[in-house]
């Protein structure tokens, strides 16, 4: 258990820590941030944008002196990891808007993640240079090659230092696999494959082989007319390498073991809760559609996160979630405005915290939610840059549904749509959450008494 955990959501002790990224009025589209991922330590923290850039946050040391104050996040590396491109056979543009981005288990000094855009994956290694050698035979300082007849003895490079150095290189470029856009990667618990999803297919890569992978899911009717679901997600299992989950835009998640069959079009089982007719509306299928989906870290349970709501499910209990948590409820009425405004069409993630007990996700006007299962409270936070001095507390924020609002509540009618919390992350081990607000990158901690 974390320390403190259970007390998070009930008494809102998170205090601003950091925010990266510049003020919203110099922002342009390319800034606005498309992903967030801590790595397995959580000592790295990575972003993606639109501009097809991947920056790395490295956590700093405490300071002996200032013992309360945990390490900062601050950049470590910057690269372009995407390029626009064009599809001549199609005529379509490709952007390079930077979908997800996965970490790999850090093997030696070097680390390795996988960054995606709609249509290529690339491995990407990251390691620091202090030193270089010197002292070539064949080539002189400037990295000429000497004439052979002016070499008369034998020289032994030596390694100089030089300032740190990080490097990033594209190690593998996994292409022209996918039709359709890629919506999820996930990095198999084997760490010698990973799964690649877009909207009819999924396929199965080997780290080692670029040109080709295997394809483990395909739903791709033959008469396209009958196409009646997309793939919205899909996740390996965190300690089983056979078995993996998708989502539809349908609501429906399926659970796949590649040990029963090799095209995993047969799923073994079927997560599906029947709707209300009570309920049901113009908007019913368009705010069913799952956004996200994520295995705990135990792999016992599957949190999964349409419009309105993040669920909860136990993998033995395939006819209902165990748990159901309204995000935004006072959005019903405002169904038909968000259609117009194709805001009902916003893809939320949502993320689990260190030991499954609080979960986290996004809604509009920077506000962001967190549910504690244990205690059953939620509460509301905003990422603003009003209440960003460092250490201050955030204050829990309602909004208030008609009637008479009090002083510290916000109208419903008064929400700001254009901001919104689409990409979140837990650190694994401690209360640490990063949040992406349009271009801006906020860090948050629990207070440290």
């Not at 601050?74 to 981005?101: A, G």
């Not at 850090?106 to 995606?116: D, E, P």
């Not at 509540?409 to 640490?432: C, G, M, R």
């Amino acid at each position: 258990m974390i320390p403190g955990i259970g007390a998070l959501t009930q008494d809102a002790l998170w205090c601003f820590s950091q925010v990266k990224g510049t003020l919203e009025t110099g922002a342009t589209e390319a800034d606005i941030i498309s992903t967030v991922e801590f790595n397995h330590t959580g000592e790295l923290l990575a972003t993606g944008d639109k501009g097809g850039r991947v920056v790395i946050f490295q956590r700093e040391q405490e300071s002996k002196n200032q013992v309360h104050r945990r390490g900062e996040y601050n950049v470590y590396s910057t690269f372009q990891s995407h390029e626009p491109e064009f599809d001549y056979l199609k005529s379509l543009e490709i952007e390079e808007k930077i979908n997800k981005i996965r970490w790999l288990p850090q093997q030696n000094a070097a680390y390795f993640l996988l960054s995606t855009n709609d249509k290529t994956v690339k491995m990407w290694k990251v390691s620091e240079r202090d030193k270089r050698p010197e002292g070539y035979n064949l080539k002189d300082e400037e990295g000429r090659l000497r004439d052979p007849a002016t070499i008369t003895t034998l020289r032994v490079p030596v390694l100089r230092p030089v300032d740190l150095m990080v490097e990033a290189i594209p190690r593998r470029v996994f292409a022209n696999a996918h039709t359709y856009h890629i919506n999820s990667i996930s990095v198999n618990s084997d760490y010698e494959t990973y799964m690649s999803a877009d909207d009819l297919r999924i396929n199965l890569w080997n780290f080692e082989i670029t040109n080709q992978s295997f394809n483990i899911v395909d739903i791709k009717p033959a008469n396209m007319e009958e196409l009646t679901e997309v793939i919205t997600a899909a996740e390996f299992h965190p300690h089983h390498c056979n078995t993996f989950v998708y989502s539809s835009s349908k609501g429906t998640i399926r659970l796949c073991d590649m040990r029963a069959s090799a095209l995993c079009d047969r799923h073994t089982k079927f997560f599906e809760e029947p709707e209300d007719p009570s309920n049901r509306s113009f908007f019913s299928e368009i705010i069913s559609s799952i956004s996200d989906v994520k295995f705990s870290h135990s792999g016992r349970y599957i949190m999964t996160r349409d419009y309105l709501t993040v669920k909860v499910w136990d993998l033995n209990m395939e006819n209902r979630p165990i748990e159901t948590y309204q995000v935004h409820d006072y959005l019903r009425s405002k169904l038909c405005s968000l259609y117009e405004n194709d805001c009902i069409f916003d893809k939320f993630e949502c993320v689990w915290n260190g030991s499954d007990s609080v979960i986290m996700t996004g809604s509009y006007n920077n506000f962001f939610r967190m549910f504690d299962r244990n205690t059953k409270r939620d509460v509301t936070l905003e990422a603003s840059r009003e209440n960003s001095k460092p250490r201050a507390i955030l204050k829990p924020r309602k909004v208030c549904v008609g009637g008479k609002r009090r002083k510290d509540e916000i109208s419903v009618d008064s929400l700001d749509f254009s901001k919104k919390i689409l990409h979140t992350a837990w650190h694994p081990s401690e209360n640490i959450i990063a949040v992406a607000a349009t271009n801006n990158l906020y860090i948050f901690q629990d207070k440290v008494n």
